[in-house]
């Protein structure tokens, strides 16, 4: 399948490009982690000395991005190339991702859990064509498990296993939904103890998810479990891979979501926005804009007795946003 | 070192077969999963049809005990065997550990995400003696981790890494706690949406952990990350990890965290009671009852320049006591 000006064995050499791409900066993360653990007595006794652990996190980051940035521009001159880290030394946060081929990438995902050495840290490196990810790799080096996608090609744990895991066939969402589900979210940075501020609103959004059935003005979604990883990107991999069946947050960015959006759209999944519509019923549910920092995201769903897959995602949505509160998430230029 | 009627030899030789046992158990909770992905159109469509899952879920936790048990009483025929299959037919949920040799063991920790095939699922066994969990083994079949310990000989990831993972020197608890610290906490099942039941009383200690230093009449702890993974006995070997340095839980049994707990003390870590008593600046701060349901957890800690490790995790202890609620869990004949 071509996408834009690319034939579709030029996105399997890009694919096959960006796994090992993937693969090779995993690496880098974890042989710094490697370094930490057999060298405590030097730099880094980090726990205690928390500037020096940012450091060396900030350093990691930074080696890795330029890593991949130099791989990249040595193999795809033509392509535009957008880091986290990059944009976090600039002085902007505009969406810059345009119809140009572009590289969205995050060397570090998770980057609390790799301080602590929590196994849920990751590279991540999207590929978008005419504003779709259409290539997705992510991988998470301490446990070494690969995600992967390529526009045609389907999306895959360690190259082996289909997503989502359970695809022959892969069954609807659950005709109660959101009850039954794994509901994945994240308490992210913004503590501020405001009232009706983000913090309040996800928790009372989270509140309302996991309820019991009738309870909270009916409200209560009786979620089959909550979790929170700390990091979306692996949030992404596991509604992917139909782990979770709901992914909600507010408040990353494009790099977060740009490879776990390429592999959750390629593996039959839907990502729209966050934030409820007035009207949650009859609201057309949209693609989501990678750069609108709001991201609702379903598991792939295949048809029930009485609806299509896609039927039984937009049910879902719905349901969702029923129980959610707005949050709120500006950025410059968007 | 010898435990209660056991030389180290003799506990080296029953920690060999646990570890063994705990792979070989683990393998069969693989199998299964690898069955429902290449058999999906059988009886494992099964978000659908959830009493399918979980038949599906029921039978291998009751193959696996089976396995199991069969094995340590081939093996250790005076020994006693806990299993939480076993508790779960019994009439009785009464304490059972006495001051016998006793397995404790939960054949599949973390159900809920077995079901959805998230792979935070494990297969935990710990051996107790005079009431202290002495050897414990945790897998998790899916990323082919495996925790272990043995009284005297340390604890272990995958046998090769020593536990906690930063140990030369092990860092003390941050100077600020629970700032800068990981707080593991699950929603659990008890979500009666009652005013001040145990769901509401956890998400107040939740937010209470998150909210920004100075919040919430000086609660706000700030911490660095709030995580739940539906697995008391992972988060129990994260713990022991030190990739969490603060888990706090009420609700679940003595089969959920034997071999946690057994992990956990033998790297260094303390365990005591979730609930905070009347005086937390002057209450002693005593061992965990394992059949308590209540349950904090501190990541093992070396001294700072002022604190010996020990009062660096009682500190740390404190200061989460002075910002959760008490949990309501009682069992019988405890």
């Not at 590279?123 to 390529?150: E, M, N, R």
Request: glycine content about 8%; charged content about 25%; aromatic content about 8%.
């Amino acid at each position: 399948m071509a996408v834009g000006p690319f034939t579709q064995d030029e996105l399997d050499e890009i694919y096959a490009f960006a796994v090992d791409l993937g693969r090779k900066a995993g690496k880098i993360l974890m042989e710094r982690v490697d370094q930490r653990i057999s060298d405590a007595n030097g730099r880094s006794n980090s726990f205690e000395e928390k500037e020096n652990a940012v450091d060396i996190v900030t350093q990691t980051d930074e080696d890795v991005e330029v890593f991949i940035r130099s791989a990249l521009e040595a193999k795809y001159p033509s392509h535009k190339f957008l880091g986290e880290e990059a944009y976090a030394k600039g002085q902007s946060r505009d969406y810059l991702i345009d119809e140009q081929p572009t590289w969205c990438i995050d060397p570090l995902d998770g980057t609390v859990n790799y301080t602590h050495i929590f196994p849920m840290f990751c590279v991540s490196i999207g590929f978008i064509v005419q504003h779709k990810p259409i290539i997705g790799v992510i991988y998470a080096p301490f446990t070494d498990q690969l995600w992967s996608s390529c526009s045609g090609r389907g999306a895959w744990l360690n190259e082996t296993r289909r997503l989502p895991l359970i695809h022959n066939p892969t069954p609807p969402m659950p005709a109660n939904a959101p009850s039954q589900c794994i509901f994945s979210c994240e308490w992210g940075k913004d503590r501020r103890d405001i009232p009706d501020g983000n913090m309040h609103r996800k928790i009372e959004s989270f509140l309302n998810m996991a309820a019991e059935v009738g309870s909270r003005d009916g409200r209560g979604g009786m979620v089959h479990g909550v979790r929170s990883l700390g990091s979306a990107t692996l949030d992404l991999a596991y509604v992917a891979m139909g782990s979770f069946d709901i992914w909600w947050e507010g408040g990353c960015w494009e790099w977060d979501v740009a490879a776990g959006a390429a592999i959750l759209l390629e593996a039959g999944g839907l990502m729209t926005t966050a934030n409820p519509p007035d009207d949650v019923d009859t609201a057309p549910i949209e693609d989501v804009q990678l750069g609108s920092r709001l991201y609702l995201a379903i598991r792939p769903a295949g048809p029930s007795t009485t609806e299509t897959g896609r039927e039984t995602q937009e049910r879902t949505v719905r349901e969702v946003w029923r129980r959610v509160r707005n949050l709120e998430y500006s950025r410059p230029g968007a």
